[in-house]
């Protein structure tokens, strides 16, 4: 049983359509999951309870799996396997030349591409927008991100509502439950440098370097789940401080960087499962960009959350002469019936140089859907921040 937050699209104040999907949402859980956790607690079952979906995530053996199928307040059960769901070093290193690591005399090739420049011409740089990033972590103090990050005034660091961590064991050199943005892989620092990266000294290597960003590592040295990825789309939709306390939606970001994907083969299982907390994250007013795949040049190959849904704003990726990668995923989504065209866009994803977490003045070149996906990111949050009309329009700004 799902709540019904599809009033929330005509809702004019942004602030009160924040608040409405979350009271919405966790009222909701809140009351159908009674009966199912005082279950749980008495099998002596471990687990953790949603409300971006209605939904449960809990450990559980076969016999109590069993026992939960035959319940009628359960849908369906589904895998929290982790997997590795960001690109392959083959993948990560096509077409990177690796001469080109030195700061350039312009701006990096893929925000020329967008027309970021021509944007920043007219006096528009993405100011009063917030671009949330889920992916492996950032390093926040990077040259390039640190002074675009929300949690810092440029004297002291805030983290609270700006940053919260999915990871819960393990996390690599950052270990779990960090209280800072950490970067635990490289992957995110590099694609939250493509939103929003300047520092101020000729590395302009983002779109909308006028935007602020906030963070949530959703993935283990990038290796997660449904549950992971689940916590940080609910930490987007009402970001809380860092004890997960006082969750306040007003302070939601404007546009999401989902820079991964969740194969069937290995945890989405029947590839719906993230759909309904997507579905919710679009209605709160955030518009979802996800990475098409990187399973090209087959067709069909837009193949795995959250890429497939029609909420999601699929971006495939184009090298520096707007040919489509060879590894980029083709559509269409056969999720639905009939098919969606899948991707939505498609943007510079081939040797894209970015900040990398490697440092904090340290810099890298990396291709993917992953790459291509934060220029789309930037692109909203200019066209927000020329045109307030559209903020928060998704409709109207996916079809510009």
């Known amino acids: 049983d799902q709540a019904d937050v599809s009033a929330a699209y005509g809702m004019k104040d942004q602030d009160a359509r924040g608040w409405f999907v979350y009271n919405t949402l966790t009222q909701h859980a809140a009351s159908t999951q009674v009966s199912l956790q005082a279950f749980l607690t008495a099998q002596g079952a471990s687990y953790q309870s949603f409300w971006a979906a209605n939904m449960i995530?809990?450990?559980?053996?076969?016999?109590?799996?069993?026992?939960?199928?035959?319940?009628?307040?359960?849908?369906?059960?589904?895998?929290?396997?982790?997997?590795?769901?960001?690109?392959?070093?083959?993948?990560?290193?096509?077409?990177?030349?690796?001469?080109?690591?030195?700061?350039?005399?312009?701006?990096?090739?893929?925000?020329l591409n967008v027309n970021a420049p021509a944007v920043w011409a007219l006096g528009f740089n993405g100011a009063g927008m917030v671009v949330g990033d889920l992916d492996t972590g950032m390093r926040w103090t990077h040259i390039a991100l640190k002074p675009k990050y929300r949690g810092w005034d440029g004297v002291t660091a805030d983290h609270n509502f700006n940053w919260h961590d999915a990871i819960h064991s393990g996390g690599g050199v950052c270990g779990p439950n960090t209280m800072a943005p950490c970067d635990d892989d490289g992957h995110g620092t590099h694609t939250a440098g493509t939103t929003v990266g300047d520092d101020g000294a000729g590395n302009q290597v983002g779109v909308a370097p006028g935007a602020k960003w906030i963070g949530c590592r959703n993935m283990d040295q990038g290796n997660g789940t449904p549950a992971t990825y689940t916590e940080c789309f609910q930490f987007m939709i009402a970001p809380t401080d860092l004890t997960g306390n006082n969750p306040n939606p007003a302070l939601r970001p404007h546009v999401l960087n989902n820079s991964w994907g969740c194969p069937a083969s290995e945890g989405c299982v029947t590839r719906s499962e993230l759909e309904t907390i997507v579905n919710n994250t679009q209605a709160a007013g955030i518009f979802v960009e996800a990475s098409a795949g990187n399973g090209g040049p087959g067709c069909s190959t837009v193949a795995d959350p959250p890429a497939i849904y029609s909420a999601s704003f699929s971006t495939g990726a184009i090298d520096i002469t707007n040919v489509l990668a060879s590894f980029s995923s083709r559509g269409p989504s056969t999720f639905y019936t009939p098919n969606l065209l899948k991707p939505n866009v498609s943007a510079p994803g081939v040797n894209v140089r970015s900040s990398y977490g490697s440092g904090d003045t340290d810099y890298a070149l990396l291709s993917g859907t992953s790459m291509a996906g934060p220029h789309v990111v930037g692109v909203v949050a200019l066209l927000w921040s020329a045109r307030p009309e559209l903020v928060r329009d998704i409709d109207a700004t996916k079809s510009i």
């Open 57 to 111: 995530i809990a450990t559980a053996d076969r016999l109590l799996v069993e026992s939960l199928a035959a319940r009628a307040d359960v849908a369906r059960i589904d895998s929290n396997k982790p997997a590795r769901w960001i690109e392959d070093p083959e993948v990560a290193n096509f077409g990177v030349a690796p001469s080109s690591q030195t700061a350039p005399d312009t701006v990096e090739w893929g925000v």
